[in-house]
Each structure stands twice: as C-alpha cells, then as structure tokens.
C-alpha cells in the first residue's frame, strides 16, 4: 500500500468528520433536532447521503470521489469490530462485590433480563412474521429471505448494530448485504425517532395517572441535554482516569491497543474457522469479543485491572462508532431501499405496538409498587433506540438517578450478554442459511427461552416476598 493511497484514505476520513461536526452543529440549534435527541452521526450522515452521488448521482451537489464512497462503505464493517469487541473489557474488575451482590438480587436481575430480552424477541419475530405475511399475500413484492432480522438490529441493537449487520451478512456471502443495512439503519432511525417521541408521551401519561415515583410536574428534557453540550465547565464530565503516566505511554493507546489486538486476532481466527469449519457461520466481531473476554480475564487474573478505566473504553468506542454510523448513512443503497418502504413502515408499527404490549404490562405486574414504570420505561427506551435512549427517559422520571432502576438493568443486560454468547452463534446460522419461516420459528423459541427466565425471576421475587411478610408476622 503506498502512502498517496494512506493519504487519501485520511482525507476521505477527514470529510466524514466534517459532516459530524455538521450534524453536532445542526443538533444544538434546529429545535427538532433537539427534541428528538437526534445523534450528530445521524444528522451528519443524512445531511452526506442527501448532498452525495448516491441520491443523485454525477449532478449531485458534492460529487464525491467513487474512491471515496468505496472507502466509506468499507469503514463501518471494519470500525464495528473493535466497537463490538470493547464490551467485556472491565468487566468484573471487583469480582467478590458484584456475586456478592448478584446472588442477593437475582430475582430482579432474572426478571430485568427475562423482561427486556423478550421486547428485543418479539421485535425479530414480528420483522419475520411481516416478511412470511408480505410474502404470502403478495409473492412479486421481492422480499429476500432475512428481511426482518433488521427490525431487531436496528430497534434493539441501535444504529450500530444496524451498520454491523452489514458485515454480519458480507461474512456469510449474502449479495443483499448493502441493502439489509440500509433498512437496518432506517429502522433504527424510525426506532429512535419514534422511542423518544412515544416514550415522552407514556411518561406524562403515567405522570397524570401517578404512576411514577418522583414526578410532581411535566417531565422535561434538560436544555444541555437536548443541545448536546454545556458551556458551564464544572458541568463539563471527565473522560475518565489516566491509569499510566504519559511520559510512559499515553492512557488512551493503551486502551486503544487491546480493542485492536482484540480486533486483530479476531480476523486472524474468522479467517482460520473458515477452513477447519466450512459450515460454522460466525461474523468477525463475535470471535473479537470472545478474545476480548479471554483478554479481560488474563487481567484479572494478573491483577492488572488498575489499567483498565471503563470511561476512557467507552470514550474510544463512542468516536469509533461516530464515524462508522456517518460513514454508513452517507453510502446508504437509497434505491434499493426505497422499494422496501411499505413492509418496512408495518414492520415497524407493528414492532412498535409488539414491544410494548409484551414488556410494559409484564413490568407492571411483576414489580408493581417497586419502581414498575420506571423500570418500563428505561427498558422501552433502550429497545427502541440506544443505552443513551433510555438513560434519558429514565433521567426525565428519576433525575437525581435514586432508584435501583439503572443499576438493576445494568446486571440484567450483563446476564443477557452472557446468554447471548449461546444464542449468538445458533442465530447466526440461522440467518446465514435458514429460510425466513426457520428463522420465525427460531426466535418463538427464544423468546420462550427468555420467558422461562422472567418467570424463574418472578418465582423466586413472589417466594422472597412471602418470606419477608413471614418474618414480619412473627
């Protein structure tokens, strides 16, 4: 590789983050955009895509280099792979303190976890449902067989899942890859969008009907909050611990290191499996954060979690994960996603209507007095759009953060990210090979995986219950 090919690989990345700071831009003053917490890459990338050849064509009003868009189109499926990889990192940093605590919450953590996944279930099952139901009434339509595994990826798993899908399906040699990306990241816009939206609402509803615990006027956004930033410096959070003197190396590159050594040998392994498992179907990222586990283990064991700061990880994979979410939106296959614009609009009214009326009702009944709604909404945002989603609604409810809500559905989502290293690789080949019925039926199965789980949790919460007025009694 020659280094004018390096520099323009710098440029092209150069112009993807210029349109980030257009979309941060347009977050803090277009009141809309505030509203609806809209992500400068969301903006941004839009903003590339309509302005870009792949609307317009050689007439667009920027008619960037094909170099460039080739470039672009690329970098989401290789800058998803260190993103993906950073989860366990950190993880049981303080292992004594977290079982210790675990073991006396796990009814709640069985039900956060049992609860939350079978929103993110039925969303696979309805996009599935949507594609046998299109499929069946309307044969011509030309809905190719995984169509509705992006309802998931994009309402549950966020505008980065949605770009990774599209390296989840290149891996497994499906052509349509570039289009189900597409409908994933437009999915995840409409999820987003319409969570926050719809999520506001339910709270001021639950507010007149005083079903939330801290609420004494409407719910509301902070200003900062919705602008994206705040001018008030001891406001301004810090990026995290330097856990090693720069004159050394840099906190940041040590950090940086592991996720691409992670990421690294995780190619050097997908590349491997292909030839001693031919018909073993698994993306890239997955065998990164099995690496990536190995690693955080080998740190804990060697006592070296004092160089591990999980802000400083979340920092890195946020900026990672910007320019991947832009880069992606800007290259969007437009046209060939257009004429999925129906089934996706009832996919997604229907994934709407699914992941409410399976998660809300089930919250109320299992918690009741114990934060029920609270606990419903940061599990709708959540599922809906992204962590961030979900933080919010909860913040608009409990501001200071004083329920046990967060924290519980922390351990719930790490619970879930342990079953999911079962279900991951079934799923996936599923997808890679399986009919769009094989792949329906596939999640009726996991959903009632994970209905066992809420109702495991919820046993064990009515038995501690009856326990407790026991003891009260005598």
């Known amino acids: 590789m020659s280094s004018a090919v390096l520099q323009e690989m710098l440029i092209a990345t150069a112009a993807v983050g210029v349109f980030l700071f257009i979309g941060a831009f347009l977050r803090a003053k277009v009141p809309i955009f505030r509203r609806w917490m809209l992500p400068a890459s969301v903006i941004g990338g839009t903003i590339g895509l309509l302005v870009g050849p792949g609307i317009w064509g050689s007439g ?15 970098l989401p499926v290789v800058l998803i792979v260190p993103v993906f990889a950073a989860a366990p990192l950190g993880m049981f940093m303080d292992p004594s303190r977290k079982q210790r605590r675990f073991r006396e919450m796990l009814p709640v953590v069985l039900l956060m976890t049992g609860i939350f996944s079978l929103g993110g279930s039925i969303q696979y099952i309805t996009g599935f449902g949507v594609n046998l139901a299109i499929t069946a ?20 798993g966020g505008h980065g899942m949605a770009t990774a899908l599209g390296s989840i399906l290149q891996d497994f040699g499906l052509p349509w890859w570039q289009t189900a990306q597409g409908v994933a990241l ?31 006027r409407k719910g509301e956004v902070p200003r900062d909050l919705q ?21 050394a190396i840099e906190t940041i590159t040590i950090h940086l290191g592991i996720l691409l050594l992670a990421s690294a040998l995780a190619y050097l392994l997908h590349r491997q499996m292909r030839v001693w498992v031919p018909d073993l179907y698994l993306p890239v990222w997955f065998y990164a954060l099995l690496i990536m586990y190995i690693i955080n283990f080998v740190l804990l064991k060697m006592k070296m979690n004092w160089m591990i700061d999980t802000k400083i990880k979340s ?60 606990r419903a909404i940061m599990a709708w945002g959540v599922n809906t ?9 909860l913040r608009i ?52 995986f994970y209905a066992a789980v809420a109702s495991l949790g919820y046993f064990l919460l009515v038995r501690n219950r009856r326990s407790g007025a026991a003891k009260n009694i005598n």
Do not use: H
Request: aromatic share 16%.
């Open 60 to 74: 667009a009003p920027l008619p960037f280099p094909e170099d460039w868009m080739t470039f672009w189109a690329a």
């Open 137 to 156: 009434v309307s044969p011509g339509t030309g809905l190719y067989r995984t169509f509705g595994y992006e309802l998931g990826q994009g309402f549950s």
């Open 186 to 216: 437009t999915t995840a816009t409409i999820g987003l969008v319409g969570g926050m939206l719809f999520g506001i609402f339910f709270i001021n509803r639950a507010m007149k009907r005083g079903q939330t615990r801290y609420l004494g």
């Open 227 to 247: 602008q994206g930033y705040t001018k008030e410096i001891d406001k301004q959070k810090s990026l995290g611990r330097e856990t090693a003197f720069s004159s």
């Open 315 to 374: 920092r890195i994979t946020g900026s990672l994960s910007d320019f991947a979410i832009t880069a992606a939106l800007m290259t969007l296959p437009i046209k060939a996603v257009s004429q999925f614009i129906v089934p996706m609009l009832i996919m997604c009214a229907v994934g709407f209507a699914g992941t409410y009326f399976v998660m809300v009702p089930l919250f109320r009944k299992a918690f009741k007095d114990d934060f029920a709604f609270e």
């Open 385 to 393: 759009g992204v962590m961030i989603t979900g933080m919010t609604l």
């Open 397 to 448: 409810c409990d501001p200071g953060y004083e329920s046990p809500v967060l924290s519980d559905f922390s351990m719930g989502f790490a619970l879930m990210s342990i079953f999911s290293l079962v279900i991951s690789p079934i799923d996936y080949n599923f997808v890679a090979k399986g009919s769009t019925a094989a792949n329906f039926f596939w999640n009726i199965g996991v959903f009632t």
